[in-house]
Each structure stands twice: as structure tokens, then as C-alpha cells.
């Protein structure tokens, strides 16, 4: 599972790249996206974006609808039935059985209802035991951001499978590379990955070394957080 502390983080590119390193170590790989919501009809999706990044065919996407809004709001305004996820777990568990990797993406963030009962991305997690990779942003107010979705998912049983920077900018401010450290304290683990911003508009051959770099290796990258931690560390820390 991919989620995010909020949206715009860098989800998609995330699960981009998770697919494009599975697709290239040779897993067959299925990516969903139970919820699609601010896209019409005809109009590509995050899922169009993962297949132009990764290549990955097996692309499934459980409800769509044209507002950009949370997927319960979405679907109450379009007058379309909510994506139920108690029937989303059935269907994903049947492509896991199909696929050595299903690779899916929330909308938003971790507690984005779904339904008018409140239905969410970590219901969805905690039905399936699937591990949740958190995407993060660098800048000033993530830490709290991050703090609460990883407590969130501490009191729901929702097992934590790293914390991933969705857009490292070229030029970091002070507050971006303090949060480095302060980030891998609140998840008590190593950056799981980073990826640049703009990552999304390179060509597939591109994007797959990219990957490579930006995610660690339990992910099929090379990414090394204390490298990485170390080249950003503001003076004072280095000191």
C-alpha cells in the first residue's frame, strides 16, 4: 500500500517507482488504484502516469469520479455509488494471487473516507495485512504531518513498511534538511527512498535509473539514507 501524509506529496511517482523496480528485477506486477477522484471520464488518471513511468500493463482502478475531492465526497456529489472496500480487498487478493507484487495507491491521505461510513485507506490495509509505505513531503510542517499518520496507523494496527520523501527539490531550504533526521526519529527507521522533484516527467529509461537511485535496497533500489543524511546535515548538526 502507498499513502501519503497528504495530497500531492508524490504518491503516484512513488508507486511508479516501486512498479518500475519490480517490472525490471522481473515480478510480475499489478498496480490499483481503488479510487480515482477530480478526472473525468476519458481524461488519464494517476494510473496512465504509472504505466508512462514503469511500463507496467496490469493497471486497475475500482471507481472513478470527476470532482477533486476526497473519493466519499466525489462519489455523494457525482450521485455514483463509493468505492466499497471491503469488495476492493477481495478483488486485490485475487490479483495478489495472480502477481508476486500488488502495488496499490490510497487517495490523499491515510484517513481520506471513502464512504459515508468512513471507510479508509487504512481499513484497506489493516483488511489485507499489506505493509504501508508513507510518502512524505520535505518542507516545513511534515514532521507533524508525519507524526500523526504513523500514530494513526500505530492505533489501528497498520503495519509500517518505510517513509518516502515524494519531491526532493535541487536547492533544500534549512527546514527541509533538518527534517531529514527529525523524519527517520518520528518513524524510528532510515528514509525508506527519495525521489526528485520533476521525477514525473522523465522518459521510462530515465525514471527507472532514478528509481533505482532514490529507493533503498528493500525496495530494489540503491538509496543510502546516511549518505544522504550526511550531505544535507545542516553545519551546526555536522558539527
Same mark, same amino acid.
Given at each position: ?5 497528504c495530497?500531492g506529496?508524490?504518491? @503516484?511517482v512513488?508507486?511508479?517507482a516501486?512498479?518500475a523496480l519490480?517490472?525490471?528485477?522481473g515480478a510480475?506486477t499489478? %498496480?490499483v488504484?481503488p479510487?480515482q477522484t477530480? @478526472?473525468?471520464?476519458a481524461?488519464?488518471?494517476d494510473?496512465? !502516469? /504509472? $504505466?508512462r513511468?514503469?511500463?507496467? !500493463?496490469?493497471?486497475h482502478?475500482?471507481?472513478?469520479f470527476? !470532482?477533486?475531492?476526497s473519493p466519499?465526497a ?5 450521485g455514483?455509488?463509493p %468505492?466499497?472496500?471491503l469488495q476492493?480487498?477481495g478483488?486485490?487478493?485475487d490479483?495478489?494471487?495472480? $502477481?508476486?507484487? %500488488? ?8 484517513l %481520506?473516507r471513502? !464512504?459515508?461510513e468512513g471507510?479508509t485507506?487504512?481499513d484497506?490495509? $489493516?483488511?489485507?495485512?499489506?505493509? /504501508?509505505v508513507?510518502? /512524505? ?5 511534515t514532521?507533524? $504531518? ?9 492505533n489501528?494496527?497498520? #503495519?509500517?513498511g518505510g ?31 527519495v525521489?526528485p522533484a ?10 527507472l535509473? @532514478?528509481?533505482? #537511485? ?5 525496495f530494489?533500489? /540503491? ?9 544535507f546535515?545542516p ?5
Amino acid at each position: 500500500m502507498v499513502t501519503g501524509t497528504c495530497t500531492g506529496v508524490g504518491k @503516484t511517482v512513488v508507486t511508479a517507482a516501486l512498479a518500475a523496480l519490480a517490472r525490471a528485477r522481473g515480478a510480475s506486477t499489478a %498496480v490499483v488504484k481503488p479510487a480515482q477522484t477530480g @478526472t473525468a471520464p476519458a481524461e488519464p488518471g494517476d494510473l496512465a !502516469d /504509472v $504505466h508512462r513511468l514503469a511500463g507496467v !500493463d496490469e493497471l486497475h482502478e475500482f471507481g472513478r469520479f470527476p !470532482d477533486p475531492l476526497s473519493p466519499a465526497a466525489a462519489a455523494r456529489r457525482s450521485g455514483l455509488a463509493p %468505492v466499497n472496500l471491503l469488495q476492493a480487498a477481495g478483488r486485490i487478493r485475487d490479483l495478489a494471487r495472480a $502477481h508476486r507484487l %500488488v502495488l496499490v495507491e490510497g487517495a490523499g491521505g491515510l484517513l %481520506v473516507r471513502y !464512504d459515508e461510513e468512513g471507510a479508509t485507506i487504512a481499513d484497506l490495509a $489493516h483488511m489485507l495485512g499489506a505493509p /504501508v509505505v508513507v510518502v /512524505v513531503r520535505p518542507d516545513l510542517g511534515t514532521l507533524n $504531518h508525519t507524526a500523526l499518520t504513523l500514530e494513526a496507523m500505530a492505533n489501528r494496527g497498520v #503495519q509500517l513498511g518505510g517513509i518516502m520523501i515524494g519531491a526532493w527539490p535541487a536547492e533544500p531550504d534549512l527546514a527541509m534538511r533538518c527534517n531529514i533526521r527529525d523524519l527517520e526519529t518520528i518513524a524510528a527507521r532510515p528514509l525508506g527512498g527519495v525521489l526528485p522533484a520533476g521525477a514525473d516527467a522523465l522518459d521510462p529509461a530515465g525514471f527507472l535509473t @532514478t528509481a533505482r #537511485q532514490g529507493l533503498a535496497p528493500a525496495f530494489g533500489g /540503491v538509496f543510502d539514507a546516511g549518505s544522504f543524511r550526511d550531505r544535507f546535515a545542516p553545519d551546526k548538526e555536522m558539527r
